[in-house]
């Protein structure tokens, strides 16, 4: 099993920074990404950002290309997203998610993620 820690969320005015980070402990043996998701009120979840535990490719949503960093720390079995000129429209709960590596892998679908962190709120401003 694997136990997700999520922190560094706020409230923020529009053009703002943020940094969450997400801490893994128990399985990572097997990751093959850990990525972020969020959730607004009335929405479905939707991709943020992803990095590959090797390697450290590193993917986005075009709707934060730009403005957001997803970065990691093997050592630390963390991962890190940087936010910086925040919109009112980033106004979410934001999830990280772990996922294993599997056949047909990839880090854009939210239901191939095994274990998910409880959630911090990142409410931004105008």
């Known amino acids: 099993q694997v136990q997700l820690v999520e922190s560094g969320g706020g409230l923020v005015q529009a053009g703002g920074s943020l940094r969450l980070s997400c801490a893994a402990s128990g399985r990572t043996f097997d990751t093959y990404a850990m990525g972020w998701f969020r959730q607004a009120p009335g929405k479905e979840r939707e991709f943020v950002a992803a990095?590959?535990?090797?390697?450290?490719?590193?993917y986005y949503a075009d709707s934060v290309k730009g403005r957001f960093t997803i970065s990691r720390d093997n050592a630390k079995n963390t991962i890190y997203l940087q936010m910086n000129s925040l919109k009112p429209e980033d106004t979410a709960v934001y999830f990280c998610?772990?996922?294993?590596?599997?056949?047909?892998?990839?880090?854009?679908?939210?239901?191939?993620?095994?274990?998910w962190g409880q959630g911090t709120q990142v409410t931004v401003s105008s």
């Open positions: 998610a772990l996922e294993r590596a599997r056949i047909g892998s990839t880090v854009y679908v939210a239901g191939l993620y095994d274990s």
């Open positions: 990095i590959r535990w090797t390697g450290g490719s590193t």
